[in-house]
């Protein structure tokens, strides 16, 4: 195997495909909450939703896992699936709707690159929703390598970005 390969540049990771128990639940969760669009539905067994129009950013199923129970934290599997926020503003509107709603949120990070929020979707798949800082503010070290690292978010200071609206 030719080990010089590297993906393309523009490569993206085009969309994640969930398991849930409940596809309502979970639609509540990712459509009525965070705001995805709905695209399209297979019966009462899948949906698929997106953002700006997208065929699908995130497909959700109960093919395999209809009133299943969570996926125990300690096995191999998915950690979290990341929606990445246009801008700073963007995300201090979806954390004011999950604290007006009383959603539960697990954590906060500021890592470097990055502000994060951390919560678990109904089936308890983490969840992380997070801004990019623009690529010239990121840190990084004397080689000019990104240096991340994980501290306490602002978080008055992200929601202080909606006195602005």
Do not use: C
């Not at 639940?25 to 705001?35: C, E, K, P, S, T």
């Not at 896992?65 to 503003?89: D, V």
């Not at 929703?129 to 840190?139: A, G, N, V």
């Amino acid at each position: 195997m030719n080990s010089n390969y590297q993906l393309p540049p523009a490569t993206r990771i085009g969309h994640v495909h969930l398991k849930v128990s409940n596809l309502q639940r979970a639609l509540d969760f990712y459509a009525g909450l965070l705001g995805f669009e709905l695209v399209t539905t297979y019966g009462e067994e899948a949906a698929f939703i997106s953002a700006g129009g997208y065929h699908h950013h995130i497909g959700l199923n109960t093919w395999q896992s209809k009133g299943g129970k969570p996926a125990p934290k300690n096995t191999a599997g998915l950690f979290h699936t990341a929606i990445l926020y246009p801008t700073r503003k963007d995300l201090a509107r979806i954390l004011q709707r999950l604290l007006d709603a009383n959603y539960p949120i697990s954590g906060f990070a500021d890592h470097g690159v990055s502000e994060a929020i951390y919560l678990d979707d109904p089936d308890e798949n983490g969840v992380e929703l997070y801004w990019d800082r623009p690529k010239e503010l990121w840190p990084t070290d004397d080689k000019g390598r990104i240096v991340m690292y994980t501290r306490t978010l602002d978080v008055q200071g992200l929601l202080h970005e909606l006195k602005s609206l």
